[in-house]
């Protein structure tokens, strides 16, 4: 049973940058697309807002239109880790964080398979 944990949420400025961070136990992430998805406060019953996905060779990444230019994916898959780097946050970036994988290179949540825990991310204005 693989096991996602995020890591490295928390409350900074607006402006400031954070890295975000999945890692996987109990298989390996290599063969698998990942991706982050983000639910807003007091969102809990919409649909997780897509962020960021990567396929499973690093090589293709897209973004939200929202991040663009601000978040970048990327991973390492001999550490079977995934990471959000996210720059020039805003007030609005304010969200639970949720890595996700599967073997769909996708935007929709439901297609994922593999879910962590989620790592609160707070902005402040």
């Known amino acids: 049973q693989v096991q996602l944990v995020e890591s490295g949420g928390g409350l900074v400025q607006a402006g400031a940058s954070l890295r975000v961070s999945c890692v996987a136990s109990g298989r390996t992430l290599r063969r698998y697309n990942m991706a982050w998805f983000r639910q807003a406060p007091g969102a809990p019953g919409k649909e997780r807002e897509f962020v960021a996905r990567i396929s499973a060779s690093g090589v293709i990444t897209s973004y939200a239109d929202s991040v663009k230019g601000r978040f970048t994916i990327s991973r390492d898959n001999a550490e079977d880790t995934v990471y959000l780097q996210m720059n020039n946050l805003k007030p609005e970036d304010t969200a639970v964080y949720y890595c996700?994988?599967?073997?769909?290179?996708?935007?929709?949540?439901?297609?994922?398979?593999?879910w962590g825990q989620g790592t609160q991310v707070t902005v402040s204005s």
């Open positions: 996700a994988g599967g073997s769909v290179y996708a935007i929709t949540p439901q297609l994922y398979t593999m």
